[in-house]
């Protein structure tokens, strides 16, 4: 009987405590920053535009510079970084102009280049 007791006040307890950290808050309060973790998606995202902006810039960069059928393939470096802005801002690599900004910040940023 005594084994019964507390046995079921265990799986009480462990039921309890999982079920706060399913639902996603924190034991401390204040949501997901006392994790240190970040949203990646959603309406609610807490990733920063400049690393939204160099994350679709990067994408960009493989899908029109350095695809394999792509002038750049496997030649992007710190040396052809600067023509290939050049000829992204001269209209020359065909980039739709909603991405091109993206674009021109990942090569400054991961090529350091001037603009």
């Known amino acids: 009987m005594k084994r019964t007791l507390i046995t ?3 799986l009480a307890l462990v039921a309890s405590s999982t079920a706060v950290f399913a639902s996603g808050t924190s ?3 204040g949501g997901g ?3 240190g973790t970040k949203v990646l998606r959603g309406t609610n995202s807490r990733i920063s535009n400049k690393d939204r902006l160099l994350s679709r810039g ?3 960069v493989r899908r ?3 695809c394999e059928s792509c002038e750049y393939h496997n030649n992007l470096n710190r040396e052809t970084a600067p ?3 050049q000829a992204v801002r ?3 690599i065909e980039i739709k102009n909603i991405h091109r900004n993206a674009v021109l910040y990942y090569l400054n940023e991961r090529y350091s ?3």
């Open 8 to 10: 079921a006040t265990l």
């Open 33 to 35: 920053d006392d994790w």
């Open 64 to 66: 029109h510079i350095t």
């Open 90 to 92: 001269a209209g020359r």
């Open 83 to 85: 023509e290939v802005a």
């Open 27 to 29: 034991p401390r309060g």
């Open 58 to 60: 990067r994408v960009q």
């Open 113 to 115: 280049i001037t603009r």
